[in-house]
């Protein structure tokens, strides 16, 4: 019954900022890290940002300096802020979490929402 919703996504010109969403919903007891992962035609699925419980972080070299990712532990939610983007950026990006639900552990994926970056 969990499910992670991602809103945000979009068209948006180079240079321009973007702000995705994440929501987790359902039976959710305990969620630890939470992540943003960007998969792009011809490439494989590659991590964006994480974010643990706690608050601590870790970019992609290729966002450092232009993504802050952020969570609400009350509201089960958690954001990705990027600036300056790049038509590099262009990915269907998908929101993660690993959840303790209904007795136990395991990896939830939402199910992706598409940012293109025109040039």
């Known amino acids: 019954q969990v499910q992670l919703l991602e809103s945000g996504g979009g068209l948006v010109q180079a240079g321009g900022s973007l702000r995705l969403s994440c929501q987790g919903s359902?039976?959710?007891?305990?969620?630890?890290?939470m992540a943003w992962y960007r998969q792009a035609p011809g490439k494989q699925r590659e991590l964006v940002a994480l974010?643990?419980?706690?608050?601590?972080?870790n970019y992609a070299d290729s966002v450092k300096g232009r993504a802050t990712i952020s969570r609400d532990n009350g509201e089960m939610t958690v954001s990705l802020e990027m600036n300056n983007l790049k038509p590099d950026d262009t990915a269907v990006y998908y929101c993660?979490?690993?959840?303790?639900?209904?007795?136990?552990?395991?990896?939830?994926w939402g199910q992706g929402t598409q940012v293109t970056v025109s040039s």
């Open positions: 993660y979490a690993h959840i303790f639900s209904l007795l136990k552990w395991a990896d939830y």
């Open positions: 974010i643990t419980r706690g608050g601590g972080t």
């Open positions: 359902g039976s959710i007891f305990t969620i630890n890290d």
